[in-house]
């Protein structure tokens, strides 16, 4: 009788231990989906007041900053009361977040940033904070020179360097500061932010935080080696997914079909063109386009694309088309290939199909039919005129002679500037050299005209000596030219991505309908598609790798080129995980097929550019191709979870393929997750060493944490019961994937910000 009060004291004692848990359980999930939430409507807000204002109310407020505190602190008790302290790596990748966490609010309340402009031999001593405030250096600092390199022969900016000279008491120190190379002194960190039209003087960023830059550092060490070692612990629930049961008991079969598509060729009379193998020859010319020395190939695919929105037309080479304008226009000026948006910019041109003339962009009573548009104030309308009226004045600049900026001149100081036939040349050029430019276009003209390709031929040659001669040393490599012509021929990604996405739409379609056959069945079929998907990975490789020689960076730079690197990774995924997950093929195509689309569909003319200085970082490529593979894995789980929703509506006995469907997003969702969070904190690392801060609340920034936030809850199941049933997960999956989306597309095309360009 006497254990009875001890009993019920220890199951009150429990219970109460019980309820306390629940309450930092419901504490700590509820302030990070209150964050979430809260991180949501500052994006929407900010496109409204600005960026200054949702810094200042939201990101920077008080009530943030708390709620925040309380996420972390309350993260650390629960997992004490829930034991999870108990398992090491876990406990350390949670501590991690906390770290970082602390270090962000030791940057926000001790750390200190601001600019200070600096000229020629000026001594500043003093330099002003975000706040307005004018704070002190424990030194003198002083501008010896700023130096603006470009790229060779281009005046594309490669880097901006600022000589500096520090004076501190007895000690004089001269340092560098430029793009991705900051100057530190006595924790004192400036960084390059701008310079004068003049070139004697520059603007720096300055960023004083002793402390705070150390501790998030150490936090993202923790995080990094908790992650590594999360995927290795034999115990974590990773390593469990993996041996899941389910995986054993369900196999599906995918089928394979392959339609034929038809092509119709054009019955209308076809305009003057220069013979394929002469304008071929104009191809092979250097031009200074677009910032940077390339065949002139590249501008005919350019141009040709973003005339008719692709880059061959009615059977002819884009250099065909390119020269066809140039020495033909009378002919071409007629040729209805100006492809054009918008009903009521149709209407003004007075044309039916999506297709202009030169001719129907003015008329003798009218004047310029679209100078009414361009003032209009209809957004979508003025947004469809401007695209119209540039395709309008891109055809005037060649037909002109302005695009073709092909006849290099090098100065007495040895600098080369890039000329077209229609500019002024300087009045130093010497006569015979000045006659050659001239004249040597109209040359070819007539014998264009009287048809002796020969000739053509040979002053075209001649021409391409005369580069060689004239800007030799700034001329690209031989082989880099020849590479980019490669790249220029080779490229299939439109025809690629619409054959990927219809074999993915079947194959995903069939594997709804066939999902109950039995294993072994199709197996050759499985092993056609496979090598299907392996041929499409080699193509994207080539082309990746053509592109990277062809611009010298690691092509990640841009919209097309990240759409591109996620298409690879899709059928690189989809390749390696087809033996345990044979959904993956179709899903490979599906996601291949849409990020080609996108990237076409994003940029219809993915042109080369020189790398902007800030980009040339290695910590660019780290930060891009772990957010892509990240991506790509997220967009598995959802295709997983369309699949998961279908079998279940449609099949009567689905259980067990919906609880295999769910154990395979569960796996993916840990490396996607995890790379994820990798990515952002890489790019933070990369902001920090380019502009002094790791984290500036670029919408860009705030919505792939938010992502982060939104999948990270899916991994914590345990806590979590509703991720534990099947269906809601992949509910879950199907929808967190729209802040993937936003994240890519909603940014860049709504919400705007620094990463809008990618």
Same mark, same amino acid.
């Given at each position: 009788?006497?254990?009875?009060?001890?009993?019920?004291?220890?199951?009150?004692?429990?219970?109460?231990?019980?309820?306390?848990? *629940?309450?930092?359980?419901?504490?700590?999930?509820?302030?990070?989906?209150?964050?979430?939430?809260?991180?949501?409507?500052?994006?929407?807000?900010?496109?409204?007041?600005?960026?200054?204002?949702?810094?200042?109310?939201?990101?920077?407020?008080?009530? @943030?900053?708390?709620?925040?505190?309380?996420?972390?602190?309350? $993260?650390?008790?629960?997992?004490? #009361?829930?034991?999870?302290?108990?398992?090491?790596?876990?406990?350390?990748?949670?501590?991690?977040?906390?770290?970082?966490?602390?270090?962000?609010?030791?940057?926000?309340?001790?750390?200190?940033?601001?600019?200070?402009?600096?000229?020629?031999?000026?001594?500043?001593?003093?330099?002003?904070?975000?706040?307005?405030? +004018?704070?002190?250096?424990?030194?003198?600092?002083?501008?010896?020179?700023?130096?603006?390199?470009?790229?060779?022969? $281009?005046?594309?900016?490669? %880097?901006?360097?600022?000589?500096?000279?520090?004076?501190?008491?007895?000690?004089?120190?001269?340092?560098?500061?430029?793009?991705?190379?900051?100057?530190?002194?006595?924790?004192?960190?400036?960084?390059?932010?701008?310079?004068?039209? %003049?070139?004697?003087?520059?603007?720096?960023?300055?960023?004083? %935080?002793?402390?705070?830059? &150390?501790?998030?550092?150490?936090?993202?060490?923790?995080?990094?080696?908790?992650?590594?070692?999360?995927?290795?612990?034999?115990?974590?629930?990773?390593?469990?997914?993996?041996?899941?049961?389910?995986?054993?008991?369900?196999?599906?079969?995918?089928?394979?079909?392959?339609?034929?598509?038809?092509?119709?060729?054009?019955?209308?009379?076809?305009?003057?063109?220069?013979?394929?193998?002469?304008?071929?020859?104009?191809?092979?010319?250097?031009?200074?386009?677009?910032?940077?020395?390339?065949?002139?190939?590249?501008?005919?695919?350019?141009? $040709?694309?973003?005339?008719?929105?692709?880059?061959?037309?009615?059977?002819?080479?884009?250099?065909?088309?390119?020269?066809?304008?140039?020495?033909?226009?009378?002919? /071409?000026?007629?040729?209805?290939?100006?492809?054009? *948006?918008?009903?009521?910019? *149709?209407?003004?041109?007075?044309?039916?199909?999506?297709?202009?003339?030169?001719?129907?962009?003015?008329?003798?009573?009218?004047?310029? *039919?679209?100078?009414?548009?361009?003032? &209009?104030?209809?957004?979508?309308?003025? #947004?469809?005129?401007?695209?119209?009226?540039?395709?309008?004045?891109?055809?005037?600049?060649?037909? @002109?002679?302005?695009?073709?900026?092909?006849?290099?001149?090098?100065?007495?100081?040895?600098?080369?500037?890039?000329?077209?036939?229609?500019?002024?040349?300087?009045?130093?050029?010497?006569? +015979?050299?000045?006659?050659?430019?001239?004249?040597?276009?109209?040359?070819?003209?007539? #014998?264009?005209?009287?048809?002796?390709?020969?000739?053509?031929?040979?002053?075209?040659?001649?021409?391409?000596?005369?580069?060689?001669?004239?800007?030799?040393?700034?001329?690209?490599?031989?082989?880099?030219?020849?590479?980019?012509?490669?790249?220029?021929?080779?490229?299939?990604? #439109?025809?690629?991505?619409?054959?990927?996405?219809?074999?993915?739409?079947?194959?995903?379609?069939?594997?709804?309908?066939?999902?109950?056959?039995?294993?072994?069945?199709?197996?050759?079929?499985?092993?056609?598609?496979?090598?299907?998907?392996?041929?499409?990975?080699?193509?994207?490789?080539?082309?990746?790798?053509?592109? /990277?020689?062809?611009?010298?960076?690691?092509?990640?730079?841009?919209?097309?080129?990240? @759409?591109?690197?996620?298409?690879?990774?899709?059928?690189?995924?989809?390749?390696?995980?087809?033996?345990?997950?044979?959904?993956?093929?179709?899903?490979?195509?599906?996601?291949?097929?849409?990020?080609?689309?996108?990237?076409?569909?994003?940029?219809?003319?993915?042109?080369?550019?020189?790398?902007?200085?800030?980009?040339?970082?290695?910590?660019?490529?780290?930060?891009?191709?772990?957010? @892509?593979?990240?991506?790509?894995?997220?967009?598995?789980?959802?295709?997983?979870?369309?699949?998961?929703?279908?079998?279940?509506?449609?099949?009567?006995?689905?259980?067990?393929?919906?609880?295999?469907?769910?154990?395979?997003?569960?796996?993916?969702?840990?490396?996607?997750?995890?790379?994820?969070?990798?990515?952002?904190?890489? &790019?933070?690392?990369?902001?920090?060493?380019? /502009?002094?801060?790791?984290?500036? /609340?670029?919408?860009?920034?705030?919505?792939?944490?938010?992502?982060?936030?939104?999948?990270?809850?899916?991994?914590?199941?345990?806590?979590?019961?509703?991720?534990?049933?099947?269906?809601?997960?992949?509910?879950?999956?199907?929808?967190?994937?729209?802040?993937?989306?936003?994240?890519?597309?909603?940014?860049?095309?709504?919400?705007?910000?620094?990463?809008?360009?990618?």
């Amino acid at each position: 009788m006497e254990s009875v009060p001890y009993l019920c004291g220890n199951r009150l004692y429990f219970v109460s231990i019980m309820k306390k848990t *629940k309450l930092l359980k419901y504490i700590t999930f509820g302030s990070a989906a209150l964050i979430t939430v809260v991180l949501m409507i500052a994006t929407i807000i900010e496109k409204f007041y600005g960026s200054s204002y949702v810094r200042e109310y939201i990101y920077g407020a008080r009530p @943030m900053i708390i709620l925040w505190l309380l996420l972390a602190h309350c $993260t650390v008790f629960y997992m004490v #009361r829930s034991g999870v302290h108990k398992r090491f790596v876990t406990f350390m990748l949670h501590i991690s977040f906390a770290v970082i966490l602390f270090g962000a609010y030791v940057t926000w309340k001790w750390g200190v940033q601001g600019k200070v402009h600096l000229r020629e031999g000026e001594e500043v001593q003093c330099f002003v904070a975000t706040n307005g405030e +004018e704070c002190r250096f424990p030194f003198v600092i002083t501008l010896r020179d700023f130096e603006l390199q470009y790229y060779d022969g $281009t005046f594309a900016p490669m %880097d901006y360097i600022s000589n500096i000279e520090i004076v501190d008491g007895e000690e004089r120190i001269k340092g560098k500061v430029s793009m991705n190379n900051i100057l530190s002194h006595r924790n004192y960190r400036l960084y390059q932010a701008g310079y004068d039209r %003049d070139g004697k003087g520059v603007t720096l960023a300055i960023s004083h %935080d002793p402390y705070g830059i &150390g501790i998030t550092y150490t936090g993202y060490a923790l995080l990094l080696f908790s992650m590594l070692a999360f995927f290795v612990e034999p115990k974590s629930r990773f390593r469990a997914l993996l041996r899941h049961p389910a995986l054993k008991k369900v196999a599906t079969v995918a089928l394979f079909i392959v339609g034929s598509v038809s092509a119709l060729s054009a019955a209308e009379k076809m305009p003057q063109t220069l013979p394929r193998e002469v304008a071929a020859e104009f191809g092979k010319l250097h031009i200074y386009y677009n910032d940077r020395i390339c065949p002139l190939q590249t501008l005919a695919k350019d141009f $040709t694309t973003k005339l008719y929105g692709k880059p061959t037309y009615r059977g002819l080479s884009a250099e065909q088309v390119l020269t066809g304008w140039f020495f033909f226009y009378d002919d /071409w000026k007629r040729e209805p290939m100006i492809k054009i *948006k918008g009903g009521e910019i *149709k209407r003004l041109l007075d044309i039916d199909g999506n297709y202009a003339r030169l001719t129907d962009f003015a008329s003798s009573t009218d004047g310029y *039919k679209l100078a009414s548009a361009l003032r &209009g104030e209809g957004v979508e309308n003025r #947004r469809n005129a401007e695209s119209a009226n540039e395709k309008f004045n891109l055809v005037s600049m060649l037909c @002109m002679g302005h695009l073709l900026k092909i006849y290099p001149y090098r100065n007495s100081e040895g600098v080369v500037t890039w000329y077209s036939l229609a500019d002024k040349l300087p009045a130093e050029v010497p006569y +015979e050299q000045w006659l050659f430019i001239g004249r040597s276009m109209n040359l070819v003209a007539e #014998r264009i005209m009287t048809k002796k390709y020969d000739e053509v031929v040979s002053i075209v040659d001649k021409i391409g000596n005369y580069q060689v001669k004239e800007a030799g040393d700034n001329l690209p490599p031989s082989w880099r030219m020849r590479a980019e012509q490669i790249y220029n021929r080779a490229n299939l990604n #439109r025809p690629l991505a619409m054959a990927c996405m219809t074999l993915g739409i079947l194959f995903f379609l069939i594997f709804c309908l066939s999902s109950s056959l039995r294993k072994g069945e199709g197996k050759w079929l499985n092993t056609l598609l496979a090598a299907g998907l392996g041929v499409v990975l080699l193509y994207l490789t080539l082309q990746i790798a053509l592109r /990277w020689i062809v611009s010298d960076h690691i092509p990640l730079s841009n919209g097309f080129e990240t @759409m591109q690197f996620m298409s690879w990774c899709s059928a690189l995924i989809a390749l390696c995980a087809m033996r345990k997950f044979r959904m993956a093929l179709p899903f490979g195509y599906l996601l291949c097929g849409f990020t080609l689309l996108v990237a076409m569909m994003g940029e219809a003319s993915p042109r080369i550019t020189q790398l902007m200085p800030v980009l040339q970082s290695p910590l660019l490529s780290i930060h891009v191709v772990v957010i @892509m593979i990240a991506y790509s894995l997220l967009a598995f789980a959802m295709l997983n979870g369309v699949t998961a929703l279908i079998l279940h509506y449609t099949k009567r006995d689905s259980k067990a393929e919906v609880e295999y469907l769910q154990v395979v997003s569960n796996i993916m969702l840990y490396p996607a997750v995890f790379l994820l969070a990798m990515g952002i904190f890489v &790019g933070a690392v990369w902001a920090n060493i380019s /502009w002094g801060r790791y984290w500036g /609340w670029d919408p860009k920034e705030v919505w792939a944490l938010i992502t982060m936030l939104v999948y990270s809850a899916a991994l914590h199941a345990s806590s979590l019961s509703w991720f534990r049933r099947p269906i809601f997960f992949h509910t879950f999956t199907i929808i967190a994937f729209l802040t993937v989306l936003i994240t890519y597309f909603g940014v860049n095309f709504l919400l705007g910000g620094m990463h809008s360009y990618a």
